[in-house]
């Protein structure tokens, strides 16, 4: 080790520090990576591993991407999961001049990135501190490319699962938490079941409550947590304590635009569970994963980045309070009927950056000349959209209106100081306009003047010598030479100092030339100098009005959020809905956003709905495969969050009772590979249900229990709706799809239990789809008709139909099920079953049938005796 190169004595020592990472040593023009790093970064980013003699025994692995380039490569490991620590050559007045010494100037992790190349536009990039506490569990986000900070914590028995909700809503880039579990429960490995993320146990002692509390003061500069609202929230200062030492740790910065931090409780938004945001498609499709088909497809017509990005945040946190949801819909209500005031809005949008971005940048000290007139830009159009907003009157736009900052100081000082096409670089001169620092106009007019020296010199050297090919130019050995041609050197004077001899020419320096360029090159290299403290100094005094930018910025995400909402519902004839207090939900001819969207004009057929927590509580739906059930209760559940984002709902009349959750198991679930069959999949969906759902919740079933056993399936589902329809266990509004016909006896049995069925035609042998919902239960499946409409075989559909024939002629009718006599009282479930229809011959039957507990037998238990008899009967 004695031998080390100072260099690689350097790396290691930083190394040390860094072990989590992969560090990017600067070496002149590259960064360079060494020993397993290397090894790693060419595995990688495929680029080619060498060796570097370092004073060890063996050359040690070595690999480099070149500076200008280090962002698209740092953006490949980031996605793959690494850190990046970067280590540039610092300026260290301590160490000996000669000594370049490098330092760790920034960590990258996929939650931390700031750089715009790196992050998705329409999307935040949020880091999430997850604290898990003896009294409750707190988490805290950020995103610090825009400076939002956020928290809130949980406790008692629902802190876990409220913290998958919210896990699975924020879907950050990156966790930090101070342990892996939870009264017992694994909280790392449920995260990781669904989230594929970047999941770190960070210092514990960063969570610990006293120095948690200190380091949120030191932050924002203040003597108590009242003002931030984290008096008595433990949980909420531990998990923003430890994020905010995290940040400070890795991007060596005061983050200085993290100047707010905002407490909520998951009450104030509606709580959609991981499989909920899933199955109803909000950001995303289920299969592809991609945003076009999804309900922020449809509702996306923002302007902006930052409006994209909010407009994302409604769709992912449906309100509640029934104030704010008002107040969003008067808004669009009011931009819908205003189609030119719209256009005008969204005209000027269309020239606003992305404001948020930008001054995280600015006050992060990563902003260039360009981001400076990309905000100067956006502000000129400030004042326009302010005059257009003038004569508007709902209060939400007030409200916009009332916090859009013009912000005239910043853009005068911007306009006065940066030229208007300036270079990507800061360090490269051209950035700062003359008149803005006489020092620099003296210096460029040295430059400029200088540069009518050297032509008039030309000139005059041409006339005294008479050749006539001579000329004055510059490269970086020898400056400034005058260069004559071989056939000419016999007239080259005899002043004229030699400098070097080229194939065809010789070229030559002369008092009065150097006098010249010591004039140019002293300038030129003063005013780079200089232009370079100017920007500096004109971007951190923009840095300290970063608050009123973010303030600015999101009053105009807001707008734009909102004009989206009212150029989609004036575009495909939205309608304002009613919100209610009460439980009520009544749509006339709703339509699904998305299907609709997806089909040709008018074909889609729109249907109601009529829901309350009395007696339409619960709705069984059957109908033929691909009638349409499953589109018809998405529809529902998106009409209800729509109306709860504040955007107006595909319908022509809707009244939407505030809904507290939206639960929904559909369909086959794509969580195979997690280890779960189907049908613990759909059991465990079910379970979080049952755990969960409240009175005010609404919840959307299609068909629960298929993927078992016809007689198991039937008896969970039954038991299903039993419970979900009882008001002392939920009694939550209901729609539950199902091909279990026999599910239509509950209507009339149990209270607020009606049947609906989505009707078809038969047209000689086969089905027309009429897709309207009607009361009543279906009397046929229809499944071989629809087989048939799929393309298979003729050979298998007749075949199919036979042995349908034949298994119902030979199955049990269903008088054989067990049904209740008397039409249900009040009681429930004391009431009386008969079994009819066993032949008492068989003695085995008949004492099977007299152990039966007639009365408390409940149907669930009924189910899986009748299946059993009737095994028995085939014996
Ligand atoms: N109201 C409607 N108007 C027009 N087309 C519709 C309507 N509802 C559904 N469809 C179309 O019918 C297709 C099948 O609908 P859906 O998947 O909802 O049927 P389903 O009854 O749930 O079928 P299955 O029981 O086989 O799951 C949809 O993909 C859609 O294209």
Redesign the pocket.
Known sequence: MENLTPMMRQYLELKESYKDCILFFRLGDFYEMFFEDALTAARELEITLTGRDCGLAERAPMCGVPYHAADNYISKLIDKGYKVAIGEQVEDPAVAKGIVRRDVVRVITPGTLIDPHLLPEKENNYIMSIFLGKSGIGITFADISTGELRTTEFSGSKANSSLLDEVAKISPKEIIMNDTEYHGTSVETTIKSFLSINLYIFDTWAFENNFAEKKIKDHYHILSLDGLGLVDKPNSVAATGALLEYLQQTQKSTLNHMNHVKFYTSEQYMILDKFTRRNLELTETMRDKVKKGSLLWVLDRTSTAMGARILRRWVEEPLRDIQAIVTRLEVVDELKNNLLLREDLKELLNQVYDLERLAGRIAYGNANGRDLIALKLSLEVLPQIKNLLNSIHADGLKAILAQIDTLEDIYHLIHNAIVENPPLGIKEGGLIKDSYDPEIAVLREAITNGKTWITNLEHQERQSTGIKSLKISYNKVFGYYIEITKSNIGLAPKHYERKQTLANAERYIIPELKEIESKILGAEEKIVELEYQVFIQVRNEISQYTERIQTTASALAQLDGLLSFAEVSDKSGYVKPEISQDDRLEIINGRHPV?ERS?AFG???A?DTSLDTGKNRFAIIT?P????????MRQVALIVLMAQIGCFVPADQATIGIVDRIFTRVGASDDLSQGQSTFMVEMSELANILNNATTKSLIILDEIGRGTSTYDGLSIAWAVVEYISNHENIGARTLF?THYHELTELEGIIEGVNNYC?SVKEHGDDIIFL?KIIPGGADQSYGIQVAKLAGITDAVITRAKQILQELEANDINRSKLPQRVNKPSKKGREEQYQITMFSDSNEDILNELKSIDIVNITPMEAMNRLYKLVNMTKK
């Open positions: 299907v089909m074909s889609f057929v249907n109908g495969n691909m009638a349409g059930k499953s589109t018809y799809a989505i897709r």
